[in-house]
């Protein structure tokens, strides 16, 4: 069972930084694209960002909504085991609960549907 941790997410202003970190449970997932989507009350699932893996068919490259690029930077550390989510300019609308997902694919899938993601981390922004 694929099993995924969070971390990061705090209460900030507007227009400040966030960094979120997120690891898998027992296993290395280098081959295999990682991303993160967002949720918050009454609203529907919004993917956000997603990598690529960097080994064997990946090429490392990433992928963004809309409404974040040039805010959101993710990135991989692979002697870590470790994906970031880099969150600059931080908007009110940027509020939700923060999941990391991941395919079991070195491609980041289709309308950010993965095959597993955790619990999530709560990201609030307000003044």
């Known amino acids: 069972q694929v099993q995924l941790v969070e971390s990061g997410g705090t209460p900030v202003r507007p227009g400040e930084s966030l960094r979120l970190s997120c690891a898998p449970s027992g296993f290395n997932w280098g081959h295999w694209s990682v991303g993160w989507f967002r949720q918050a009350p009454g609203k529907e699932r919004e993917g956000v960002a997603c990598?690529?893996?960097?080994?064997?068919?990946?090429?490392?490259?990433?992928v963004y909504a809309d409404s974040v690029k040039g805010r959101f930077s993710i990135s991989r550390d692979n002697t870590k085991n470790m994906v970031y989510l880099d969150m600059y300019n931080l908007k009110p609308e940027d509020s939700a609960v923060y999941h990391c997902?991941?395919?079991?694919?070195?491609?980041?899938?289709?309308?950010?549907?993965?095959?597993?993601w955790g619990q999530g981390t709560q990201v609030t922004v307000s003044s």
């Open positions: 990598i690529n893996s960097s080994l064997g068919r990946g090429d490392g490259s990433t």
């Open positions: 997902a991941v395919e079991l694919a070195p491609l980041c899938p289709a309308a950010w549907k993965f095959d597993s």
